[in-house]
């Protein structure tokens, strides 16, 4: 017989019965039932009851463990009573009486039970981290994890795509995050980077003549923690193809994408690709006040600002005298009581705004009457222009925001997601892709008028080099985002792979030739050597797994995360460095004032 084990703890069954099997894994529980002793047993497999009486030879040595001791224990398989069949467990129709055990592994005083369900404070849980992944749940989401990129990896290989490797250490290249940079020991005073994203790389694989890559690729960025994002590293399916439109793109990477979800979304509805809506960026801003908007909550805002101008209510008339202003509102079906207006007024207020503007709409026996502040102020004719144009009717509510749209659409795009939630709207049995396309390639600073990248600088603009030479403003790139239930799932481009316009596009948001030609000289250098057109998208690993987890927060599908302060208390990370690694460096710590 193996020294560990003949079978699983999810393996045996009636047709064992009789049989001598040997098990190894967790006492998950132990029950005493008046000199009856029980121990369910655990593996990654699932589930076993073991017990032994005081016939045991070895009941003495049984009585001693604990919660998640390690052992091995050889036994007979029996038969249970039918009465005592557990139904929820693929072993629930045998037990094993215990002959014999070993303690693989005694376990101290636990910091937190595997057993149950009980909630401990995510410092506990990251610093034992080990028990907390012992847990059914944390099993269950690895598993998941693992299923997930290995289903991944099977389509992309389907569709003709190779998996290559990129480096790890390399140059430090702005990507719009920090880097994690790398001190030289052989170059003295130099530092390597963590990639950000293997962008470069890649797209040097086309120039190489590789028509299809794919990765999954580790990506290193110093961020501030968010729940959907880790603050140090991530993985993502990283692909990028020679010869492609963006539609090429889509019709690649979209099938991939819902393949994964309906194989691991639990029956949730997944829309077919060549339905998920293509929606321009300034209409998402303008919609959902998004660009990665939640397309299960219906709601779509609107411009109201007409039935505004001019109004007896002071604030929004005032506001629409100054340029690049507009009153925006956000249809409530269903919302129309004082009592809901009021927690959305309060919601605004949590937001820093001093509230939120609102109408609804009551029966008042002989008709429909508009209520609210705002319906007093701007009188029925208005506020019926209003209710025509949102499709209101009895019982409905609009929520309104004013501004220049930059500054509200945050909080107007929250609201949205937020009024869906509590009114029910949003469909919670589905997953709602859209592509989000047509992103501006440049902003302008409010207050010293520069011109600079808004989204990313390697995009190829529409219109080429005859958009570059118009307003920068006006230049939109052939760069797109996934959108997926209020998450971006994937971000792409097609890239620019021409030099000259290259050196154009930099030197509209301030940036000299030689600059681009010191910051990405490989990438510049290569494309007069006869680059194809090329583009790609890299897509969130640890966000897909989340969702389709149904977790809210990315530490719950990550096996060793980092803690909102982007520790890793269980490795006790970032440590000081001894003073000899400082020396082999040539690297001096300046302390920091407390």
Same mark, same amino acid.
């Given at each position: ?19 001598? %099997? *040997? ?36 009941? &003495? ?92 990896? *099977? ?50 694989? +086309? ?13 290193? *960025? ?18 990028? +193809? ?13 099938? %991939? ?71 925006? &509102? ?25 509230? +939120? ?39 409905? &509510? ?120 010191? *910051? ?24 897909? %797994? +989340? ?48």
């Amino acid at each position: 017989m193996h020294a560990y084990r003949s079978h699983s703890c999810a393996d045996l069954n009636k047709s064992n019965v009789g049989e001598t %099997v *040997r098990l190894s894994g967790w006492v998950h529980r132990v029950r005493d039932h008046g000199g009856l002793l029980f121990i369910d047993l655990r593996d990654h497999y699932g589930v076993t009851q073991v017990m032994a009486d005081p016939d045991s030879p070895v009941f &003495a040595e049984i009585e001693k463990v604990r919660s998640e001791w390690c052992i091995r224990i050889d036994g007979e398989v029996k038969a249970r009573d039918e009465s005592l069949i557990n139904p929820k467990i693929s072993t629930g129709e045998i037990e094993v009486f215990i002959r014999d055990i070993e303690v693989l592994g005694a376990a101290d005083e636990l910091p937190l039970m595997v057993f149950g369900d009980q909630e401990y404070p995510e410092e506990t849980r990251l610093r034992y981290r080990y028990l907390d992944l012992r847990r059914e749940k944390m099993q269950a989401s690895m598993t998941l994890r693992s299923d997930v990129v290995a289903s991944m990896r *099977r389509r992309m290989w389907d569709q003709n795509f190779r998996e290559f490797q990129t480096p790890i250490i390399t140059a430090s290249s702005p990507e719009g995050a920090r880097d994690f940079l790398v001190p030289s020991r052989l170059h003295p005073g130099k530092f390597y980077a963590l990639p950000q994203a293997p962008q470069q790389f890649k797209q040097l694989i +086309m120039v190489s003549g590789f028509d299809k890559y794919f990765q999954i690729a580790p990506c290193f *960025r110093d961020e501030d923690p968010r729940a959907d994002r880790s603050p140090t590293d991530f993985y993502q399916l990283d692909m990028e +193809m020679s010869f492609v439109t963006q539609q090429d793109v889509f019709d690649t990477i979209s099938p %991939v994408l819902a393949g994964v979800f309906e194989e691991f979304g639990g029956g949730k509805k997944v829309d077919a690709p060549q339905d998920w809506p293509q929606i321009p960026y300034a209409e998402a801003a303008m919609k959902y006040g998004s660009d990665k908007p939640d397309l299960r909550n219906p709601i779509e805002m609107q411009d109201c600002s007409e039935h505004f101008r001019g109004s007896g209510f002071a604030i929004f008339a005032k506001l629409l005298e100054q340029e690049g202003t507009q009153i925006r &509102a956000i249809p409530a079906p269903t919302g129309g009581s004082r009592k809901f207006c009021d927690r959305m007024n309060k919601f605004a207020q949590g937001e820093g705004l001093p509230g +939120m503007g609102y109408i609804f709409w009551r029966d008042q026996g002989e008709g429909m009457e508009a209520a609210g502040p705002l319906a007093k102020n701007i009188g029925p004719e208005r506020t019926e222009a209003i209710r025509q144009q949102l499709s209101l009717g009895v019982g409905d &509510a609009a929520f309104f925001l004013g501004g220049k749209p930059k500054a509200f659409e945050k909080v107007a795009g929250k609201a949205r997601d937020v009024i869906g939630e509590e009114l029910g709207l949003t469909d919670k049995d589905r997953f709602a892709f859209a592509w989000i396309v047509d992103f501006p390639i440049y902003e302008q600073d409010e207050e010293s008028g520069a011109i600079d990248f808004e989204h990313n600088p390697f995009s190829m603009p529409q219109g080429g080099m005859d958009a570059l030479n118009g307003d920068p403003l006006a230049v939109k790139g052939y760069q797109y985002d996934l959108a997926c239930n209020g998450y971006e799932l994937v971000s792409g481009a097609i890239r620019n792979h021409k030099p000259e316009i290259m050196l154009k596009a930099f030197e509209l948001a301030g940036y000299g030739a030689d600059e681009v030609k010191s *910051r990405f000289g490989a990438l510049f250098n290569a494309f007069h050597y006869g680059a194809p057109p090329h583009g790609g998208c890299a897509a969130g690993i640890d966000r897909i %797994v +989340m969702l389709l987890a149904d977790e809210a927060n990315i530490r719950e599908v990550m096996m060793f995360p980092m803690n909102q302060r982007a520790e890793d208390l269980m490795m006790d990370a970032p440590s000081n460095p001894s003073s000899d690694q400082l020396m082999e460096l040539g690297l001096r710590v300046i302390p920091q004032d407390q």
